[in-house]
């Protein structure tokens, strides 16, 4: 059996592995050999991210403990149409199903640089109808509790038992303070260019597409995800903020994990 081996980018003090085989999946991002992704990387969430409030057949739709319909389908594999040190351009044809009958082409490119890493995605329709788009990514970044956290200004969304939209939000001003024994798993409504940081070592940016985010740090683990989706929970179903691309239009989405140089002697 052949060994198949996890592309690997590489820019400066920056090390990164992508594996198409599982969806896409960011497995590392290293900094001088230290790791700063959880032990589920960076997953892509497709075609939906988060919950949806409707039931769905199918072995392949993960389901949370209520049941629900989460982050999308299973993974599938993708075809690597480039690979260089610093970037891997990747496709899926993603044909008409039950749990999603829209049919599209999604392509990403993955691309590291000496200040990090930058995910670019595009989406076209390919079948005669619009496609809703949904998508999003699921970073999960180390962090110790006494680390500050940045979040920019945003609206909450309020939530039902289920975590799934209620329709209500509240406004939360920007902040800067130790996680500690807080915990979240939230989503939010934030403006374009929204900021997100773990102290002085990380900062998630969303540049093109996503209009909201998703906060998730359990408090049993020493992690903190900052999740970039391109529509609310649930939108899927309620059409409420639902971007979508009718047939020959294409739709971008792209964000950055920023990686902040290591101050001499730490």
């Known amino acids: 059996m052949a060994l198949v081996m996890t592309p690997t980018l590489s820019a400066g003090a920056l090390r990164a592995e992508v594996d198409p085989d599982r969806g896409m999946l960011v497995t590392s991002l290293c900094r001088d050999g230290d790791e700063l992704l959880g032990p589920l990387g960076i997953p892509f969430l ?108 945003r609206r909450r969304l309020l939530a039902d038992a289920r975590l799934i939209p209620t329709g209500e939000t509240v406004a939360e001003p920007a902040q800067r303070q130790p996680l500690g024994d807080r915990s979240f798993d939230d989503g939010y409504a934030v403006a374009p260019g929204a900021r997100f940081a773990v102290g002085d070592r990380l900062e998630v940016a969303l540049l093109l597409g996503y209009r909201y985010a998703q906060i998730y740090a359990p408090p049993d683990e020493d992690v903190i995800c900052f999740e970039p989706m391109t529509a609310p929970t649930n939108a899927l179903v309620t059409g409420v903020a639902l971007p979508t691309a009718v047939p020959g239009a294409v739709f971008r989405a792209a964000f950055e994990v920023r990686v902040r140089a290591r101050p001499r002697g730490a």
Not at 61 to 84: C, S
Not at 86 to 109: G, I, K, N
């Open 46 to 153: 497709h075609p939906w991210a988060n919950r949806l409030s409707v039931p769905l057949e199918g072995a392949d739709v993960p389901r949370d403990e209520h049941g629900l319909p989460i982050h999308g389908v299973h993974p599938r594999a993708w075809t690597v149409e480039a690979h260089g040190r610093t970037a891997l351009l990747a496709s899926l044809d993603f044909a008409a199903e039950r749990v999603f009958p829209h049919a599209h082409r999604v392509t990403q490119l993955v691309r590291l640089e000496t200040w990090g890493l930058r995910i670019d995605t595009t989406l076209r329709s390919a079948g005669t109808g619009s496609v809703p788009i949904a998508f999003g990514f699921h970073p999960y970044f180390r962090l110790k509790r006494d680390e500050r956290v940045a979040l920019p200004r």
